[in-house]
């Protein structure tokens, strides 16, 4: 709950409290990358090492929104291509600012901005439009004979709010 305490009276982003999702299949894709200190102090270098991966194996990047707390760490995959919800630049450059912005989008390879309400990335991997959180956050879908797996970001930030289907105070009223 929001209510339980310091850590979460705040939402800047630099705390490390995104979830970072490997989907191996045809492509291996890398969700949520991480905050700037997973990716600075190889944490998310020897996350993938455990499962015998390195940096460049990594097919593509794909974010959830550009919080810095889920995505500052693609600086670690240039040249890759990037998942990212339209409009969802928008919402990075009031935070971080065009000259950065421009920056990111320059270092990265094709930028694939998802519009669609569902976008097939590959088999049975699909991005979903899901705004509230910011104006771009997307999801993915995940599915396979046996189950299906959301992968929400922040789009559900506690289980209470999932389960009462209510949103806390870090969704902008206008999403």
Not at 57 to 69: L, Y
């Amino acid at each position: 709950s929001t209510e339980d305490g310091p850590i979460f009276d705040t939402n800047l982003g630099f705390l490390p409290v995104a979830s970072t999702i490997l989907i191996r299949g045809e492509k291996n894709i890398l969700v949520d990358p991480g905050n700037y200190h997973i990716g600075f102090y190889s944490i998310l270098k020897r996350a993938l090492a455990s499962k015998n991966l390195k940096y460049e194996d990594i097919d593509i990047i794909a974010t959830t929104h550009t919080h810095s707390d889920h995505a500052a760490s693609i600086v670690n995959f240039r040249g890759k291509p990037w998942i990212i919800g339209k409009n969802e630049f928008a919402d990075m450059e009031a935070i971080e600012g065009k000259e950065i912005v421009n920056a990111k989008k320059d270092m990265m390879g094709e930028i694939i901005e998802i519009s669609e309400d569902e976008t097939k990335i590959m088999e049975g991997v699909y991005a979903i439009k899901t705004p509230g959180h910011t104006n771009g956050h997307i999801s993915f879908v995940i599915k396979n004979k046996n189950e299906t797996i959301l992968i929400a970001g922040d789009q559900t930030m506690t289980k209470l709010e999932y389960l009462n289907r209510s949103f806390s105070r870090w969704y902008p009223e206008t999403n």
